[in-house]
Every structure is written in C-alpha cells, then in structure tokens.
C-alpha cells in the first residue's frame, strides 16, 4: 500500500540546513497497524505529514498505492488524501467555529456528498464512536478526549484506507488516552490501516510494528509481540 | 455546495460574535457616513438642473468699475429683460425678478383673509415671463396668466394651505395695509433645489405707475435679478457681445446727455443657471449659494471615510487570517481545494459586507431627520437614489460591496490556501516565507494600511482645530462696534408709521430693560447701498464709489462706536437741506486727504445736488462678512428714513425687552407681524457657510477618529492573541505591567507620529488656502499639529491599552498555557 524508498527530506533557511529524514525505507500493508516512535526532533511528524501528503519530500520516492506521490501536483493530492488518508492530530486540530456534527461532516462536504447521504454517515460514526448526544456541541465545551474522539471520527467518516495519528493520546489523561487508543484499535481490526506517530511505549503496544527513528534515520523495527 | 459556504459562513461569523460585529459596524459607519456627504453633494449639484431646456437659461449679472475697484453683483437694472425681448429675437423669453432682502418685509408680507393676519415670509415681485422660464408645476392656476394682471399673486402651495386651508384658493383676495390681491396661481416648491427663495410673486404691474416708469428708463439701478431663455440654436457668447455693445452704446448716451464723466466700465454677464447655486462671488445673491470648494473638500473627505473604514475591513480580514491559519492548514488537511477555501472566505466576506450594508443605509435612513437638520434640506434616502443619477450611486455601493467583499476575503483566500498545509499548522509566524525567503509580511501590510487611515484621521483633527480657532477669531474680532443685546426691528413700509417713528422710539425707550434706541436705513450685516460722492469742491469733480448708510440720532453711541475725530450726530445739526457724514477710519484713507473734518462731500440725489460736509471719523467699522478687507463706509445723518428701529437692551433681559417692544408695537401698528431679528445673530449667519463646515468636519473627525479606533482596537485584539505567550514570558522575566502595554502600543504608536508629519504637511497646505479666502484670519502655527497628534496618539494609546491591559494583568502561568 505504501512504500517508501531513500526518502529525504530537508529544511533550509537563509543560511542553515537541516536534514529531517534521511533515506527512509518503508513499506506498509493493506491492514497493518504501524507505531513511529523516537526522541523529539527526530523526524517522527515530518515523515507523518510527507506520508499524509500534505508534506514535500526533498529527493527519494514514494509511492502510494503504486502511484508516485512527487508527480502528483497539489490539486491531485488534495483529491488523493481527501479519498483516501484520515488524519488524528495531538493538539486536535478542530474547528472552534464549527459544532461537533459540522467538524466531522466537513470531509464529506470537500467530497460533494449530498446533504441527505451526509447526514445518515455522521449519524453512523456518531453512533459508533458514541458521541451522538454531544455533536450539537462546540469544540471547546468537550473534554480533550471527546475533543479526540470527534477528531476521530472526523477522519474515519469518509472511510479513508489509511488513518494517520500523531500522538493521539499526548494531550490526555491516561483513561481518555486508553478509550482512543481501543478506538484506534477496533478500528484497525475493521479493516483500516494505521500509522500513528508515539512517544508512549503503551499506546505502541497497541499496534502491530514498531518503527524507531533517530536523527531522521530509522534505526530499528520490531513486530509487536515478538521482541 | 454554495448554500453550505454561507450556513458555514454565518455559524463561523456568529462564533466569532467580537470580531463580526467590530467589521460590521466598522465597515457600516463608514458606507452610512459616505451615504451621507454623497447625499448632501448630490443635492447641492442638482439646483437649477429640473428646468426645462436649463442649459438655454441664463442669468444676467453686472460687473462694473469706477476708479479701479471692481464690483461683481447678481443685480441688474430693471429694463434689461425688456431690451432683451425688444432688441434680440434670439432671445425666446426674457424676465426680471426683483432683489428682496430675506431680512426685509414690504408691504405684503402681512396679509390678511377672513379677518386673520397671515405672514407670508419671503416675496418677490416678476412679469408674466417668469413662469414661462421656470415651469413651476401649478397645482391651482394657469403658469402663463398667472403674473399678468396688476394686483395679483401667484403663492406656493404651503402659503395655499395656510391661508385657505383645503378651500381652492385662485380667485380669492388678499388683504394688505396698501391694497387687495387676487391670488392667480398656486405653485409647488419643487423638491428639486433651486436659487430662487421665495413663497410668493406680486405681478410686476401691481407697481405704481411712478416708479415703473423711472424702472423702465434707469440703465445704472441695480433692482432685480434677470434671467433669459436662448433658443437652441443661439451661441451664448455672440449673444454677451451684441448685448453688451448694445447696452454700451445706450451706457453712453445716458452719460452724455447727463453730462458725467466716469473713468471706469459697465458690464454684464451671462452665466448658465445650473452655476447660480455655486457662485458666492456676487453681491446681492442668494444666501443659500454654497462656495463649489467645500463641495470638493467634501467629496475628498467622503472618499476618504470610505477609504478607511474598507481599510479597516481589509484590516481586520488581515489580522483574522492569521488566526485562521491553522483553520486553512485542518482545512486542506480534510481535503478542500483552494478553490472550495477561497469560495469560503469570499463567502463570509460578503455576508458582513451586506449586512453592514443594510445596517448603513438603514442608519442613514434613521438618522436623516437629524442630517437634514444639520444642513438644511429636505432629502430621503429612496428619493435621492431612484432619481436624478442617484442610480449611479446605488450601484456604486453595490459595486463597493462586492469589491470588499472580495478584498476582505481574498486575503485567507488566495495567500494563505497557496501555502503547504504541514507549514501552515505549524504556523502563526507572520512572515510567510518562500524558499527560505521573507516574501510577504502581512504585518507590513496592515501597518500600511494604518498608516493611510491615520494620516485622514489626523488630517481632519488638525483642521477642525485650525477651523475652530479661525471661527473663534471671528467671533471675537474687533468689528468697531458692540453687536449684543440688540433688537433689529423691520418697520412697515408705509408713511403713516415713518411720521410715526420719533414717538414710537421714545415709547420704545421708556422701558427699564431697555438702554437705548435708533433708527437707521441700514444696520451691519444687512445690506448696503453703494452712491458717488463728489468730494471737496463740487466745481473740481472728485467722483468716488463708496459704501453709504442712512443712520438716525445716536446710532453710534448706541453701537458703542468709537471716534477718533470730530462728533457724533445730534439733532442740532441736522439740516433738511445740507447733509452731514461720519465716515470710517477707511473711507479716510480711501480718500486720502490731510484733514477730514469739515471737507464736503455732495451727492446726486433725484437728479439734483445735495451738499453736506464730514463731521467725525470713527474706528473701522466692520459692516461685512470678514471674509472682505474692511471697506470704506459714508454715513450720512438721515433720521426720516427709518427702514430699522434698533433697540439695545439690557444684559439678561432679553425677555422683559421683547415683551415691552411687542407691547409697543402692537399699539403703533395694529394687524401687522413684528419683524425682529437680533444683530450677533445676523451677523453670525454671514458665516452661516463656514459654521456647518466646521460643524460638519467635527462630526467627520469623530467619525473618522471612531472608525479608525475601532479598527486599531481590532487589529490589537490579533496582535495580543499572537504575542499572549511571549507576554507571560516578560512577565515571568520581571515585565513591568505599564512597560509591557506601552511595548504593545509602541508599534502603533509610531505609525501614528509618521502619519502625524506626512498629515500635517498636507493639512498645511490646504489650510492655508482656506484661511486665505479670509481678509482677516489667524496664522497656522505649529500647536495645532502639535495638538492634533498629541489627540491622536492618546487615543490610540487609550485604545490599545484597553485591549491588552486584561492579557497583560493575567498571571503568567494562564498566558503560557495559551495556544494562540
């Protein structure tokens, strides 16, 4: 489904350099459930947001379901991660302006649903992440774990074949960490692919591969369960 | 889709309550302040353009000079409209109107019907051509008979209305202390603006026959006002040549046969009645006329609202945007396309637009009684858009929406959509960089567009100030005379009250709130007459112009005048046959002689000579507007012709002294209207013109000031939301509170001082032409710049102050925690 080769990427300013990734080589599954752990700075978001598309890569390739991102402009990248990629932030990242029904419709809304085939979807996901009583609520009237359980289903309400988190659980207590990551994993078992950015041990051993990045080189990979 | 854009668009605008309503009003006190001045502007071009076939109609004016001096008035003599129908058939109709003193009565202006006196406030008299030129709509009568009869009227239908109420009033007759009128016609006052100020026309041949006759042959009178109609294939400049060759021609034989020198010309001249209204260089217009230059300025300055107040919008939608960032980065990230981002932004644009819109012209539409109060008119908001060209506006504003609509929506729109979405959540940096490079700084943007809104803003601070002080100065100028607590008293114009007017003087004086009285053809502020004197010996021609008054007994001491040589008038001097003069210090210089007192001075009075000498010089007396250099004035000893009665009472008895003159009055002349008016105020509303401009640019500047405050309050609102982190991080290192805020005001604050110096050089120079339409004016110096950004400055500071002193008072460890 997605595969990596010598991916690099680096960031330049007027005078310094910095390489974030360094030939990354990743291949990913239909269904896998994939952990990128490492040190702050090591390259853990960057290569999450190149593999979500919404990143350059600098030289490498990659290429996603086949298909080489780099050759893609940015109207059909839009178009792919629209049908395809789900994203799950740290920090959220949901519209205060919008109600918690609006935010998970949105995706839908970019992707030209009617109005009628929208609202039976998220009625669906609502049900199913057991968040109907609140989407008439605002963003900032929920905790930070229903806050990530509307990002949750914000990303999963156009069934996307990849779902990507970026420390879901940062910004939670332990017991709302833990509901996300059963989410995560329920959802996993149903057949969405995962790559979730971690720093915690026990939110990685929820998922099936564990990929270590160190100064934007991956430095080891375990198979959960195994080591 | 579109449909979602504004239900999305108005939920985001109702979440985010602060920042739309602070656009809204913004944007709307702007476009409601623009409504307003265009309004005004709009009316003022219309005068004199509903007419049929106006651009064939002319006015007649005269221009004449004696001895260098050169004088412009609107007068003409009578005949001319006469001659033009006689002499030139190029001329399709020619009429005169005559010249009436607002401040005037005559005859007519108390008429009585049923037994009740009615007063008819302005009259004017016109042969059966007037109404064939202007085509008042008559709602009773027929236009074209309706002047031609002697001894009839055409009135307005508001005088109609008073009179006879609902009954038809053609037919019916007016009594007045001289004679009867039959009314002939009834008009409307159209609503379309015109020179003309009056509420009724007495035909031309009511005159006596005496008079029209001397009317008729007088080529140097300057009586009435004459209009004539051209036909359409007539060259308007061949017809001022032939005219003015004709008239010349007659000019002359007149002189010769009267056996009279004159070192000087006579002219006249055609000027298009669509330009009346905009001529203030005449003497003896209209009062309503308004100087085109305060047009432009306001026209300047309404653009100059409009530009800030968009400013502001475009500023706000700025600041906003980077707010949005992350709004934009989620959004990309979810899937929209630039094109369904930029249709969201663009989208919320215009639901502020039209609502601030619909808010601003139903403020104009609530505020417009008050408006016309201001200045003076009668105008409606539907009326001034759906006619005359006010169309052209309607869809100015339509354009203007759209077109900030989609600056203000364009900013998140187009700049921001175009960036990377990993960058654009990782960021509220205000550069945005390209390739490592700065290649746009909204910051600088805004500060630009602050810069422009404060030069206005300063700019019109500074020149109300130097408005005011000029006003100021010509309230408290030194006129030559006390002008308080005085009566002016318009008296019948008929002989039986004129023997009358020593007793009823004395009468007048017998009250203890009263300090003294007089009387007087002419009193400061009203109009002048202007007669050639022979000075010195009447064998040796010594022909001079000059200013002229007929005064009463003690018209001076009353005035308080001071004098600088020789006497004031008293009754045992006065002489039927011989005249006496007090001149001003002016008239002594004019006419240059070593001594004054006891030089003669004689003056052609119904064709024969009238001797007299000077007796007394007094300080300058200035008996017009300060607009003018003070000119030289002849008073001559004349206490038969008592046009006035001034009475001078007491401080703060104003109302005790108007109830005895009533008293008085009542009992000399029975079924007539006591005409007053009080001198200060008359002599105010010679600068009626500059006092609503200086009451218009106060309202202006606040407006200004208002707008611009709001937007800085907004824009402080953005930069404290960006800087809340980095201010608990200075308060933890030990900020000072105040330090922190004047941090946060600084940046604004200088944009303000360098608006300050660009503002004032452009105020300097447009100023200066102001005060120069003054003879006597105050300097510009350099306090009220100083004063003007001062003003300023401290409301900024104020503004930004009350904005950031709550985040700056917040304990630390609440700031740092902020996720801005």
Redesign the interface.
Known sequence: MIETFNLTKTFKTESVETIALRDVNLKVEKGDFMAIMGPSGCGKTTLLNILGTIDDITSGSYAFFGQDISKLNEKQKTELRKRNIGFVFQNFNLIEELSVYENIELPLVYLGWKKKDRTTRVNEVVNQLNISHRKDLFPGQLSGGQQQRVAVARAIIAKPALLLADEPTGNLDSMHGEEVMMLLNDLNKSGTTIIMVTHSQRDASYSRRVVHLFDGQIINENIVGLS | ?VG?YFH?GF??LL??KGYTLLNIIGLAMGIAVFTFIFLFIQSEIRYDRQWTDHQNIYRITSEYSVDETVENIALTPFRLADDFMKEFPQVESATNMFFTDPSDINDVSSVTYNDVVYEIPDITLSGPNFFKIFDYDFVEGNADLALTKANTMAISSEIAYMIFGDEPAVGKSLQTVVREYTISGVFEKKCNPTHHNFDAVVSVSSLEESSLARLKRDWYWLTCYTYIKINDTTDIDNLDVAFNDFATQKRKEVLQDEEIELDGYFMNKFEPISHVHYNTSLQYDSPTNTDRRYLYIFGIIAAFILLTASINYINLATARSLKRI??I??????????K?LILQYISESIIITTIAFILALSVVELLMPKFNELVGKELTLVESIFTGGGIYFGILLLLLMLVLAIIGGSFPAFVLTSF????V?KGSSLLIQK???QVFSAGFLRKFLVTVQYIVSIGLIISTLIIYAQMDFLNSHDLGFEKDNIFVINTPDDTTFEKQVPKFLKTLAKDKSITGVSSAMNVPGYTESKMLFYVGDTLNHNIQTLNYYNVGYNYFELLKASLLKGSFFSSEIYDENYNHYIINEAAAEFLALDSVIGISLSISFDESFREGKIVGVIKNFHFSSLHNEVEPLVFLLNPNNSRYVIVKYRNGQYNEALKHIREVWDSFNEGSFLHYTLLDTKLESLYKGDNNMLSLFIYFAIFVILISSLGLYGLTSYLIQQRTREIGIRRVLGGSEMRILTMLAIVYLRVVLFAGIISSVIVYFLMNSWLNSFAYHIEINVWYFVAGILMTVTIAFITVSIRSFKVVREKPSVSLNY?G
């Open positions: 889709m979602n999305t939920k985001v979440r985010q992350k709004e980065g989620v959004r990309k990230v979810i899937g929209a396309t630039k369904q990377k979405p990993a960058n959540l390739n490592g490079k996720s």
